[in-house]
């Protein structure tokens, strides 16, 4: 049995456009941390994802300024021991 301190934490890595091919550097970054996983959120899918990773199109979710409404994404993510406003 593997020990909750030992399994890689999950973490959300928000870019609007994912796996442009000349922004490679992004999704190696993270894998460089053994105990991070990233789930990859954003609003088009530019390029393949790396095998075994996670991710969540948002598509056409904007906001009235025709960005997106960043309290969405606060259902995606659990609760946490930090404050902040609700």
Known sequence: MVAAEDQPRTILAYSDKLFTPSE??????????????????????????????????????????????????KALSPPGPWSGPS
């Open 24 to 73: 490679s550097f992004i999704p190696r970054g993270y894998s460089a941390f053994s105990r991070l996983k990233p789930v990859f959120i954003g609003h088009e899918q530019r390029g393949d994802p790396p095998p075994g990773t996670d991710t969540i199109l948002l598509g056409p979710l904007h906001g009235p300024g025709g960005e997106i409404d960043p309290s969405c994404l």
